[in-house]
Nanobody, 114 residues
Framework: VQLQASGGGLVQAGGSLRLSCAAS????????MGWYRQAPGEERELVAE???????NYADSVWDRFTISRDNDKDTAYLQMNSLKPEDTAVYYC?????????WGQGTLVTVSS
């Protein structure tokens, strides 16, 4: 499975961005889709994930500002990010997990200026 992430960019604090993750094959079935991020000098961390049934899980730092969703007809997952903060600055990676195998996209940079 190849994942293509897009939608990153530069935004001012308080602004919004929507990230997209397009998969090269169908994500129906048991694909768990998610977003991780990695800030400079930091370890990669989970931001949000969504099951094939639509159940979601968020990091404590984003649960009230970010929304993960998926469109199985388009084989795409999304991350709507609102009320962005400078500490959200990171490379965001799309990921898919299927039967114990994790796939990663190439990452998209999100920069939030204060």
């Amino acid at each position: 499975v190849q994942l293509q992430a897009s939608g990153g960019g530069l935004v001012q604090a308080g602004g919004s961005l929507r990230l997209s993750c397009a998969a090269s094959r169908s994500i129906t079935g048991n694909f768990l889709m998610g977003w991780y991020r990695q800030a400079p000098g930091e370890e990669r961390e989970l931001v949000a994930e969504i099951t094939s049934g639509g159940s979601t899980n968020y990091a404590d730092s984003v649960w009230d500002r970010f929304t993960i969703s998926r469109d199985n007809d388009k084989d795409t997952a999304y991350l709507q990010m609102n009320s962005l903060k400078p500490e959200d600055t990171a490379v965001y990676y799309c990921t898919a997990l299927l039967r114990g195998t994790r796939y990663w996209g190439q990452g998209t940079l999100v920069t939030v200026s204060s």
